[in-house]
C-alpha cells in the first residue's frame, strides 16, 4: 500500500520494483543481509529452517492481516518483523515504542490483536518520548525499505535455491508454498 504522498510522487520506481532475474535476486540478497542488521522483532524459533523477514508498519490494516495469517506457522517459522514508519505520524513512535518493549513479540502481538480496523491504527500506544536511538533505527528500517520496495507488507523468503519477495498480502497458496502446510 503506497502511502498518499509517495504515490503522487513522480519518483522512479524503488530498486527492487524495476529489476528482474538475477539482477532482483542480488538486490534481494543486498537487502536480506542488510536487514540481518536491522533493528527487527524475532519471532518463532531461532533455529527454524524456514525464515521470513516482513517490512511492516504499526497502522497498516494488510500487516495486521498477515500477521494474523501467519500465525498457523508462528511455533514452526522464525519471522524477523522489520518495523518501518509511514502511514501516520504515529508510526514512528509505535514502531520505535515496539523495539523498545522489555518482551517486543508481546508488543507485536498486542499491536496487531487489537488493531482498529474502522480507525487504520495499531493496538498498542506509543511511549511519550520513545528512545532516540530507536527513532533513528526505525527510519534507517523505513530508508532501507523505501529504498527497494515502497509497499507493506514486504515479506522476503529464503527458498532453498533463492530468495523470494511478496509485495502486499501474499495469498494463502503462496504462503503454503514458501511456509508449508498450515
Given at each position: 500500500?503506497?502511502?498518499?504522498?509517495l504515490?503522487?510522487?513522480?519518483d522512479?520506481?524503488?530498486?527492487?520494483?524495476?529489476?528482474?532475474?538475477?539482477?532482483?535476486?542480488?538486490r534481494?540478497?543486498?537487502?536480506w543481509?542488510q536487514?540481518d542488521?536491522?533493528?527487527?522483532?524475532?519471532?518463532?524459533?531461532?533455529?527454524?529452517?524456514?525464515?521470513i523477514l516482513?517490512f511492516f508498519?504499526?497502522?497498516?490494516?494488510?500487516?495486521?492481516?498477515?500477521?494474523?495469517s501467519?500465525?498457523?506457522?508462528?511455533?514452526?517459522v522464525?519471522?524477523?518483523?522489520?518495523p518501518?514508519?509511514f502511514?501516520?505520524?504515529s508510526?514512528?513512535?509505535?514502531?520505535?515504542?515496539l523495539?523498545?518493549?522489555?518482551h517486543p513479540?508481546?508488543q507485536?502481538?498486542?499491536?496487531?490483536?487489537?488493531?482498529?480496523?474502522?480507525?487504520?491504527?495499531g493496538?498498542i500506544?506509543?511511549?511519550?518520548?520513545?528512545?532516540?536511538?530507536?527513532l533513528?533505527q526505525?527510519?534507517?528500517?523505513?530508508?532501507?525499505?523505501l529504498?527497494?520496495?515502497?509497499?507493506?507488507?514486504?515479506?522476503?523468503?529464503r527458498?532453498?535455491?533463492k530468495l523470494?519477495d511478496?509485495l502486499?498480502?501474499?495469498?494463502?497458496?503462496?504462503?503454503?508454498h514458501?511456509?508449508?502446510?498450515?
Amino acid at each position: 500500500m503506497l502511502s498518499g504522498n509517495l504515490a503522487a510522487q513522480a519518483d522512479p520506481l524503488p530498486a527492487a520494483l524495476e529489476l528482474h532475474g538475477t539482477a532482483l535476486q542480488q538486490r534481494l540478497q543486498q537487502v536480506w543481509q542488510q536487514a540481518d542488521h536491522l533493528d527487527a522483532i524475532s519471532t518463532g524459533p531461532v533455529h527454524a529452517a524456514r525464515h521470513i523477514l516482513i517490512f511492516f508498519d504499526p497502522n497498516c490494516p494488510f500487516c495486521a492481516h498477515l500477521w494474523r495469517s501467519l500465525q498457523p506457522w508462528s511455533a514452526r517459522v522464525r519471522m524477523r518483523w522489520v518495523p518501518v514508519a509511514f502511514l501516520r505520524p504515529s508510526s514512528l513512535p509505535m514502531a520505535a515504542t515496539l523495539l523498545a518493549s522489555k518482551h517486543p513479540a508481546q508488543q507485536l502481538t498486542q499491536n496487531e490483536q487489537h488493531y482498529q480496523f474502522r480507525t487504520r491504527t495499531g493496538g498498542i500506544l506509543p511511549l511519550a518520548q520513545p528512545p532516540a536511538g530507536l527513532l533513528q533505527q526505525v527510519r534507517r528500517n523505513t530508508a532501507l525499505w523505501l529504498a527497494n520496495f515502497d509497499v507493506t507488507p514486504t515479506l522476503l523468503y529464503r527458498g532453498p535455491h533463492k530468495l523470494h519477495d511478496a509485495l502486499g498480502f501474499p495469498s494463502h497458496a503462496q504462503l503454503r508454498h514458501w511456509l508449508g502446510p498450515a
